[in-house]
């Protein structure tokens, strides 16, 4: 959650990088600073969640420098993760089910020999509580973001 402060001082922070060279390399170093941050502390909060199956969740997150036009800055997000913001907002609603196999090896409580079935489509309320790790870990690091960013302004106003 963005409060009002947090908002103006981005603003803030946009109107005075806007006027700086396009390649200042003292802005970029501290975007990856940033973004190395505020990355490591999300990947402590997957871990801390629990969220860690198959590695790809915690494996996605990373941090892109951009730029466009006059406003340069980070991204820092799990890309190309679909159920990255399920966790990090949880979801409550139906979810459709395809059709699918299933290797069974028990059946109403009592072993069976091991079989594949199909499971026909369908759809299920799903109830998933949100367990979020990249709010927080940009929330934490606020101080660390604006004192990074002062320090480059202070260095590159000086003719750094």
Request: proline share 3%.
């Given at each position: 959650m963005i409060t009002h402060n947090t908002s103006e001082l981005i603003h803030r922070i946009q109107a005075r990088t806007e006027n700086l060279a396009p390649d200042s390399p003292k802005l970029r170093e501290a975007f990856?600073?940033?973004?190395?941050?505020v990355t490591a502390i999300a990947k402590l909060n997957v871990r801390r969640h629990g969220l860690i199956d198959t590695g790809r969740l915690i494996n996605s997150l990373r941090y892109e420098y951009f730029r466009d036009g006059k406003v340069q800055g980070v991204q820092i997000g799990s890309f190309n993760v679909p159920y990255a913001?399920?966790?990090?907002?949880?979801?409550?609603?139906?979810?459709?089910?395809?059709?699918?196999?299933?290797?069974?090896?028990?059946?109403f409580g009592h072993q069976i020999e091991q079989r594949t079935i199909t499971v026909k489509g369908h759809s299920?309320?799903?109830?998933?509580?949100?367990?979020?790790?990249?709010?927080?870990?940009?929330?934490?690091?606020?101080?660390?973001?604006?004192?990074?960013?002062?320090?480059?302004m202070q260095f590159i106003n000086t003719g750094g």
């Open positions: 990856d600073r940033i973004g190395l941050y913001a399920v966790h990090e907002f949880g979801y409550r609603g139906t979810v459709n089910v395809p059709t699918h196999q299933r290797t069974i090896s028990q059946a299920r309320n799903a109830m998933v509580k949100e367990r979020a790790y990249l709010r927080p870990a940009i929330l934490s690091s606020r101080v660390f973001i604006v004192d990074t960013l002062r320090a480059a």
